[in-house]
Nanobody, 123 residues
Framework: QVQLVESGGGVVQAGESLRLSCAAS??????MGWFRQAPGKEREFVAA?????????DYADSVKGRFTISRDNAKNMLYLQMNSLKPEDTAVYYC?????????????????WGQGTQVTVSS
């Protein structure tokens, strides 16, 4: 059974940090990413990474320089280190995966999704 399970969300103040984790199981995933959805808004791209090291990452402009995506293939884990958090980062964060090793910023390109973890940043 294919599963993506996020953890690490919580309530923090502006300027603080959080680290999200995503545990993948059931198959080997290639490109993986993080998306987020704020209340009343569409789900948007946050960051993505290919399977192999040195193989490239991509970030939304709104998080560049503050968020870092990484993965541990041996452990089937995906991470999102979020620093200098802002109230506008408040959202449910979703882990996503696809079979091809091509980064995409489009949510429709990802076949596998987790249930999400809530991140709330207070001002």
């Amino acid at each position: 059974q294919v599963q993506l399970v996020e953890s690490g969300g919580g309530v923090v103040q502006a300027g603080e940090s959080l680290r999200l984790s995503c545990a993948a199981s059931g198959r080997t995933f290639n490109a993986m990413g993080w998306f987020r959805q704020a209340p009343g808004k569409e789900r948007e791209f946050v960051a993505a990474i290919r399977r192999w090291s040195g193989s490239g990452t991509d970030y939304a402009d709104s998080v560049k320089g503050r968020f870092t995506i990484s993965r541990d293939n041996a452990k089937n884990m995906l991470y999102l280190q979020m620093n200098s958090l802002k109230p506008e980062d408040t959202a449910v964060y979703y882990c996503a995966a696809r079979q091809t090793n091509v980064i995409s910023i489009r949510r429709e390109d990802y076949a596998y999704w987790g249930q999400g973890t809530q991140v709330t940043v207070s001002s």
